[in-house]
């Protein structure tokens, strides 16, 4: 007799006893995966613009749902419960993978070194995989024994989703038919996701291929508030996120780039801009001359760091609050472990409680250990392998248990990574390992690896937890998220070196920019074995075909720090500003590109190089730590705020907006439920329900896969962007003009006042619950 009261009333939706059920079949594992890529790729958007994703799982399992309802209409087999369910197992793997990637990976090319195609997808592949395999061991401790105390809401709410949309047949053989709804409310769930993203896409193609309207626009304040501004990107991707994340975690944000924006930047610039040298950290610049936006502004030259600090802090504080559950969760997950293998020995376990053998489960994570240490491209080392090991079971537990407590919005995964690369950069500076070449890389694939492996570690916990209400075989769950997870890998690394290439700009180098007998050494070059690595200026405009040397300057003292292309007498001959945290934003020929600030990866460039190299204005750092524990004092979630304070204000606008928005949709939810004398939590579950959840999440994946798709073919599209750009300059008011930035405004208020006007009006009758950042 079990001691857990509610698992001893649980009774799945499909019983274990029904076992001819169609579960682990091609097709839906072949549409889980393609949704997943299509998911991952926009969540990898997300993350190099503001630093957050958005869970795929219910948008997942609506598209699932009508994709085959509507196929069933047209003579083909409806799918089962069970199907739809490794739709969405399958599916969800691209976000969590895109999330640990984006967080990392551009931390590369701030470090001065490449992104190179095997480094991003090795680590994609083995964090993911290496997450997913922690993870079976701990499911029974985490999904079942603790069922009742682990709600996992996202996974419980994404199973009514599913039973909601459940066919005849799987209505038939289910203990709980009664509850079922009609197909209408799915049928409409599915209908609104695709009207949001086509809506999404078709607004992002207009405005950036054709120049339908200015994609930024904003108010720069004159005397007596010099320096400050206000702007806002049309942006339909981040006016869903902020609906969907909610007013408080939206206001929290803006307000952190409103302190940036109305008060530090205007601070520096009435202190400072009367000094006759330059401060430190610039090098060149006087405060008086740097412009609001771009390279050596103010916000590029100092916010940034008191940004990265606020962003540390208030991850390493999230992590601490989270110490008590973290301590529970390991213990649980060692005694789990160790009962492991004496439950799978029973003879007939049921079928709903089958997990993927334990063999299979630890030779598959020591076959990726020795990939781990062997492969050249990642530069790791034993020491390096035992860390990622140790810390990825220790916060894949961590992410496991905290998801079911708190959900995945409060989950530290940034925190986690966070220490992860602070206790593994104080391991190598007491050893000494302190080279850039190798040991920065060692570090950051090592928190790559485990930030990857955490994410995916409790995104499969929400994805188990939908399986066991609705009676899902664990191993045929397991078996989906592995595929998903490997295909969907194999993917965001072309998208994310394609996204760095199609917005880097190589700019001549000015031949006083380096002393006339300046010479870049032989040893510093970067190198492919034992010769200097060469490559090509990959700009057609520039009409230059040589072959280059690579070079990164961290010594200002020599020139502009940056990466730049070497000729054959060591001179360097071009800087390249990458397209991820790069500054430059647009090209000779007056081509404008989309730059991305990849905020978290920022952060864990500057712990690398701050421990190992102690090259940090750690002033200004301190300044943003400080920031951060103000706030914490005040009772205000710091992390958000931080995130605010270091993104462009333009970016944290739109979230407020969408925040905004969810506001007042839920205002005329709360309104409609007066005298149901409903608890608190009851009226959150029936603002949940609103279909503005969906149609934000259109607007995300239309949005943002618009925004790679132009961003990828940039290339191609050039003379006509240019076209469209130089029509636009002279005939759209739109696009330029005196009234150009107020009226560039009114299409994204159109895509705001349809979110509302859908949010409201309650179309589905099941309880798609809303989905959360990381």
Same mark, same amino acid.
């Given at each position: ?144 024994? #603790? ?40 049928s409409s769930g599915g209908k609104t996701i695709g009207a949001g993203f086509g809506l999404g896409f078709l607004f992002v193609t207009l405005m950036q ?16 508030? #010099? ?69 050596? $502004? ?10 990265? =600090? ?13 110490? /008590? ?81 708190? =959900?995945? $919005? ?36 090592? !928190? ?29 769950? #397991?078996?989906?998220?592995?595929? !998903? ?35 870049? /050494? ?9 010769? /200097? ?100 004092l005040a009772g205000i979630p710091s992390l958000a705020f931080a995130v605010g304070l270091y993104l462009p204000i333009a970016v944290s606008a739109p ?34 329900? $609103? ?76 309880? /798609? ?6």
């Amino acid at each position: 007799m079990t001691k857990n009261p509610f698992l001893a009333n649980f009774r799945p939706y499909i019983a274990d006893t029904v076992k001819n059920m169609r579960e682990l079949t091609p097709v839906p594992l072949l549409v889980g995966t393609l949704l997943g890529v299509i998911f991952g790729i926009s969540s990898l958007y997300l993350v190099l613009k503001v630093g957050l994703t958005v869970s795929a799982s219910i948008p997942v399992a609506v598209i699932s749902i009508t994709l085959f309802r509507l196929l069933s209409r047209l003579g083909l087999r409806d799918i089962t419960i069970l199907e739809h369910n490794i739709v969405q197992t399958a599916g969800s793997a691209g976000e969590s993978i895109a999330f640990g990637v984006g967080v990392t990976m551009p931390a590369i090319l701030i470090l001065g070194f490449d992104l190179e195609i095997w480094r991003v997808t090795l680590v994609a592949v083995l964090g993911g995989l290496l997450g997913i395999l922690m993870m079976i061991p701990l499911r029974r401790a985490m999904i079942r024994e #603790q069922h009742g105390f682990l709600k996992y809401p996202e996974g419980t709410a994404c199973a009514e989703v599913l039973k909601a949309g459940a066919n005849q047949e799987s209505r038939r053989a289910s203990i709980e038919a009664e509850t079922a709804v009609t197909d209408s409310s799915i049928s409409s769930g599915g209908k609104t996701i695709g009207a949001g993203f086509g809506l999404g896409f078709l607004f992002v193609t207009l405005m950036q291929v054709f120049k339908g309207w200015k994609e930024v626009p904003g108010k720069e304040f004159g005397p007596p508030f #010099q320096g400050g501004s206000i702007s806002l990107e049309n942006n339909p991707a981040l006016l869903g996120v902020g609906y969907i994340i909610g007013p408080r975690i939206a206001g929290v944000m803006f307000a952190g780039g409103a302190l940036a924006y109305l008060v530090l930047i205007p601070m520096i610039a009435y202190f400072g801009g009367g000094l006759g040298q330059p401060l430190t950290p610039a090098t060149a610049k006087l405060i008086s001359d740097m412009a609001l936006e771009g390279k050596d $502004s103010i916000q590029s030259t100092y916010i940034l760091y008191i940004g990265a =600090g606020a962003v540390a802090a208030g991850g390493i504080i999230s992590l601490f609050r989270s110490f /008590p559950m973290i301590f529970g969760g390991i213990r649980s997950g060692i005694r789990d472990f160790r009962s492991g293998d004496k439950v799978a020995v029973k003879e007939a376990l049921p079928r709903t409680d089958q997990d993927i053998s334990m063999k299979w489960v630890i030779g598959g994570i020591l076959a990726l250990t020795v990939i781990l240490a062997l492969v050249p491209a990642l530069k790791m080392n034993i020491m390096g392998a035992v860390f990622v090991i140790l810390f990825g079971f220790l916060f894949v537990t961590v992410s496991s248990r905290l998801t079911g407590e708190i =959900g995945s $919005s409060s989950n530290p995964i940034s925190g986690m990574t966070v220490a992860t690369l602070l206790l593994t950069c104080l391991a190598f500076l007491l050893l000494g390992w302190t080279q850039p070449d190798p040991y920065f890389v060692t570090a950051l694939s090592i !928190g790559g690896i485990v930030c990857i492996a955490s994410s995916n570690g409790g995104t499969t916990s929400q994805d188990l937890k939908t399986g066991f209400h609705v009676g899902s075989t664990p191993w045929k769950q #397991q078996v989906a998220i592995l595929v !998903g997870a490997l295909v969907s890998a194999l993917a965001l690394g072309p998208v994310l070196i394609g996204l760095n290439e199609a917005s880097t700009v190589y700019v001549p180098v000015a031949p006083a920019a380096f002393a006339t007998e300046f010479r870049v /050494p032989d040893s510093q070059l970067l190198r492919l074995g034992d010769e /200097p690595k060469r490559e090509g200026v990959k700009d057609e405009r520039l009409n230059d075909e040589a072959s280059y040397f690579v070079w990164h300057n961290t010594d200002v003292a020599r020139g502009e720090a940056g990466r730049y292309l070497v000729d054959e007498a060591g001179k360097p001959a071009y800087l390249v500003d990458p397209g991820i945290n790069g500054t430059i934003t647009e090209r000779a020929d007056g081509t404008s590109i989309t730059k991305y600030y990849a905020p978290k990866a920022t952060l864990m460039s500057y712990i690398i190089k701050g421990i190992l190299s102690q090259e940090l204005p750690w002033n200004l750092v301190l300044l943003g730590v400080m920031i951060a524990i103000v706030l914490e004092l005040a009772g205000i979630p710091s992390l958000a705020f931080a995130v605010g304070l270091y993104l462009p204000i333009a970016v944290s606008a739109p979230i407020f907006v969408g925040g905004l928005v969810r506001w007042l949709v839920d205002k005329e939810v709360v309104k409609g439920l007066r005298g149901r004398n409903l608890k608190e939590e009851e009226i959150i579950a029936e603002t949940d329900k $609103s279909p503005g959840v969906l149609l934000a999440s259109g607007y995300i994946a239309g949005g943002a896969l618009a925004g790679i798709m132009v961003a990828l073919a940039a290339e191609f599209l050039s003379g006509t962007v240019l076209t469209f750009t130089n029509w636009s300059e002279a005939n759209n008011p739109f696009f330029a003009g005196a009234n150009a930035d107020w009226l560039a405004l009114l299409p994204f208020g159109l895509l705001a006042v349809l979110l509302y006007l859908t949010g409201r009006s309650l179309l589905l009758a099941g309880k /798609p619950a809303t989905e959360v950042p990381r």
